[in-house]
Structures are given as C-alpha cells and as structure tokens.
C-alpha cells in the first residue's frame, strides 16, 4: 500500500497550513506558479520556504503539535503490518515534518519516501530531493511515478490513496487507486478507475472485510 500524506495521511495538508500561518503572503503566488505549470515543485518548495521569517526547529515543533491524522490510518497500518503488507508513504512534502508527525503517533514501521529536510549548524532550513529524476515531466521534488513503477516490479500489486495535485501524475500506474477530493475530479475527468474514500476506515474495510 502506497499512500500519499498532507491531506491523505493528515486532516490537512501540512506544509500549505504552515506557509499559510507563517510566511509572507507571497507564497501563495509561488504555489500558484507551481499549480499552473510554470515551475516544479523542487523549486516551489525551496522558495516557498525562504519566506518563513525566523523559521526555527522550535517553531515547527508549535506547529506539528496540533496535526491530527486520519483516526483510520492507526488501524489500517496495524492491521496492514499483522497481515504482512507493507506500508509506503510516498509524499512530495518533506521527512521533516513527516517523520516528527508519526513519532508523535508512535508509528515507527512504515517505510517514508519524500524529500529530505534538516536545520543545519547555522540553523538554516535546507532542503534537498534524494528522489527526484531527470525524466520526471513535471520536475517534482520526489518523482512518484518513478517509485511506483519501481514497486510495481517488487509487488504483485501496487495500491496508492492520495487527495490531491501531487498524485495526479501517479493515479495512472497503481493497479488500485484510492481516491479523494481533488484526485478523484481529476480520475473522474481523464477516465482512470479509482475508489472513492473519505477516510482510512474506508479504505480499512475495503481490502480486509
């Protein structure tokens, strides 16, 4: 099971709440570039970000504090390890927020694939994409296509539920998609089977009752 996270894993999306609470109002015209095309999403997320004023550990710890996940996802990774499914999180956010996210929950099994961000001696943010590709069409910071293709020769079958923009380019490779809010206008608009799902329960009994 792949699984995007801000807005799948999450009841928000994670970094857009931030940026919204914390950088300047310019960032919005960035993710709108970024929405329409014009720029990929390893530049977004480096500019966006340089618009933090006084961007700090201890101020995305505030923050993280008050992130709430879907309450299905608990059990469907519970469940998924008992009966020996592996779980991968495929995001294009940042191991930052994310990794911080499921210690908080407890949740230390599930394998995190996304792009790689720290404080550095100088305490600036630094942001780097181990995952990106030179093939990638929409120069993504972590290339979810390629991922997928990727487990698809490991696996029998790949499954991936996501909510948004940065699962559009991906719906067409898993053998099942789980979709929601804007991934699933953009499935229903270019003909490609997904399920529907409001939250991980949904998905919970779909594969296990």
């Not at 997904?194 to 998905?203: A, E, F, L």
């Amino acid at each position: 099971m792949v699984s995007d996270f801000d807005g799948t894993i999450t009841k928000t999306d994670t970094l857009s709440k931030f940026l919204e609470d914390y950088a300047d109002d310019r960032w919005l015209d960035i993710e709108n570039d970024w929405r329409n095309g014009d720029i990929g999403s390893k530049e977004c997320l480096v500019k966006q970000f340089a618009m933090v004023p006084n961007l700090t550990p201890e101020l995305i710890e505030k923050f993280l504090s008050e992130i709430e996940i879907d309450e299905g996802f608990i059990p469907f990774v519970m469940k998924a390890k008992k009966s020996g499914i592996p779980v991968v999180i495929l995001s294009d956010g940042l191991d930052y927020f994310i990794n911080k996210i499921l210690e908080r929950y407890h949740i230390d099994f599930v394998n995190v694939i996304t792009n790689h961000a720290y404080f550095d001696e100088r305490r600036r943010f630094i942001i780097e994409f181990p995952n990106d590709s030179k093939h990638c069409t929409i120069n993504a910071g972590t290339c979810k296509c390629k991922v997928v293709k990727h487990l698809k020769k490991l696996y029998k079958k790949v499954l991936y539920a996501g909510d948004g923009a940065s699962d559009f380019c991906v719906s067409k490779e898993p053998d099942i998609v789980y979709a929601k809010a804007g991934l699933s206008e953009y499935c229903r608009n270019h003909h490609i089977k997904y399920k529907d799902y409001t939250t991980y329960y949904d998905i919970l009994q779909s594969l296990f009752n």
